[in-house]
């Protein structure tokens, strides 16, 4: 069984993108893959952006791209990333 949601193999649609994510034991979220919505799910699995925690903070977590970007996102930020409402680009 993938420690991803939905699934190693499908995304979920959010309207304007797909995202895919990783939580911990404690319930955070670790890992966070995004895609376009026109892309079909093969598509997404080699086109998308991965970001990663890094770190935590007072209220959220600070994440990492593959090019070294930093993401500081509240708890309410990634809530809404995974709820369909606040895309990342």
Not at 55 to 79: H, K, M, P, W
């Amino acid at each position: 069984m993938s420690n991803w949601y939905p699934g190693a193999n499908s995304w979920e649609n959010k309207g304007s993108y797909k995202v895919k994510h990783k939580f911990d034991n404690s319930g955070k979220c670790t890992d966070i893959l995004m895609a376009r919505s026109n892309l079909s799910d093969r598509e997404a699995d080699s086109n998308h952006i991965h970001i990663y925690k890094v770190g935590e903070t007072g209220q959220g977590a600070t994440f990492r791209d593959d090019r070294g970007r930093v993401y500081n996102l509240s708890d309410r930020d990634i809530q809404m990333i995974l709820n369909g409402s606040r895309p990342l680009f």
